[in-house]
């Protein structure tokens, strides 16, 4: 079908090369999603194509007779969705993650990213009215995949680090980073009117952040940052209850991290506040899911789940997140030192479970595949 040459440099009309944009766009991200779900690291057509991006217009722009090329709109259009996910696809096909990944500086990758969130506030965001459904969700997902090319282009999975050497600073940065994409992950959650929306959220949630909370939140003891923290890992486990009832190895490994983290954090709040401190519902769902850490000769069966405690689990008053979308941090946040005696991280083995997990969804009928 031609359809990765643009249509008009193979003389079509005005109106058949746009709608072949569109097609072939499509046809990109899905098949970008499908390798990696299947461990190729780059869609085998993401490279080869001169498919310009649709044009920001309307369908009742369009005409199959139209012998001019439509002025493209200076505001929202309904195709505003597509086209950011085709931006950030533009993004990588210019070769965005290879400049990112082989910036000789921090700054150098910050500044990368940057001039991509540039281009989409400028081209889109900033034409959003929030309270559109639509349009909000264009929001949050154009933030949450800028924060996490960002976290990636700094997480120590993705590079020959680890975070026990880390710079402070960027640690922080980090922590910080991955707050705030959970955070605005679980307002989509808690906004009735992005409901329908909920599948595609649900398909891309943020892991990598997830387990970087959970790996900072074992190490650091309670304060009003990461007791914000904490509370959004409830709502997580809320929100998601997958993370308990599936067993994929993943999963699994992500809940003996927060096992962990709640022991850290009932072990500093038990020492100040004298007495025993009774488990979060889903910490105890996923104590009876998970062995026995402290006693290794116990294994409770791997199919005892506590479903009551999880369906009565909702957050209340602190725990809920009443914050809005793209929320700032304190600069000068820090970690405590003193609190590290928990080792870092092996980040090599986390890879080798996302590479496992995602070659498991690829091979179900699992709904994830379809992003």
């Known amino acids: 079908m031609g359809l990765h040459s643009d249509g008009r440099s193979l003389g079509l009309s005005i109106f058949e090369a746009e709608i072949r944009r569109r097609v072939w766009w499509q046809i990109v991200l899905l098949d970008n999603r499908n390798a990696q779900l299947s461990g190729l690291k780059n869609s085998v057509v993401a490279n080869f194509f001169d498919t310009n991006i649709p044009a920001n217009i309307n369908d009742n722009d ?3 007779n139209m012998s001019e090329q439509p002025l493209e709109h200076k505001y929202q259009t309904e195709m505003i969705f597509c086209l950011i996910t085709y931006e950030i696809g533009k993004f990588v096909k210019e070769g965005g993650y290879q400049k990112i990944f082989s910036a000789p500086s921090p700054a150098v990758k910050d500044k990368i990213i940057s001039e991509l969130e540039f281009r989409l506030e400028d081209k889109y965001l900033k034409y959003c ?9 264009c929001l949050a997902v154009a933030r949450s995949i800028t924060m996490n090319i960002r976290l990636m282009a700094h997480h120590p999975r993705h590079r020959k680090a680890s975070s026990a050497t880390m710079p402070r600073e960027e640690r922080d940065m980090l922590f910080n980073l991955s707050l705030q994409m959970i955070e605005n992950d679980t307002l989509v959650h808690t906004m009735g009117s992005l409901k329908r929306y909920l599948w595609h959220v ?11 909370l959970l790996s900072e939140i074992r190490r650091q003891p309670p304060g009003d940052l990461f007791d914000r923290a904490w509370g959004r890992v409830q709502q997580v486990y809320n929100m998601h209850k997958e993370l308990i009832t599936e067993d994929y190895a993943l999963y699994l490994a992500i809940g003996k991290l927060a096992i962990q983290a709640w022991e850290a954090r009932e072990s500093h709040l038990s020492r100040n506040y004298q007495g025993n401190i009774d488990p979060p519902q889903f910490i105890a769902a996923l104590q009876l899911k998970l062995p026995a850490r402290k006693d290794s000769g116990t294994k409770p069966d791997d199919t005892i789940l506590n ?12 725990e809920l997140y009443d914050g809005t979308l793209g929320t700032d941090f304190d600069d000068n946040t820090q970690f405590n030192p003193l609190y590290t005696e928990v080792s870092p991280l092996s980040w090599e083995q986390w890879s080798q479970l996302f590479h496992e997990y ?8 699992n709904p994830r595949i379809f992003g």
């Open 202 to 212: 649900n398909i891309h949630f943020q892991l990598d952040a997830f387990i970087y």
């Open 358 to 365: 995602e070659q498991q969804i690829a091979n179900t009928n």
């Open 62 to 64: 369009l005409d199959p």
């Open 129 to 137: 009215d929030r309270s559109i459904p639509l349009h909000f969700l």
């Open 307 to 318: 479903h009551q405690a999880l369906h009565n689990f909702h957050p209340t008053g602190r």
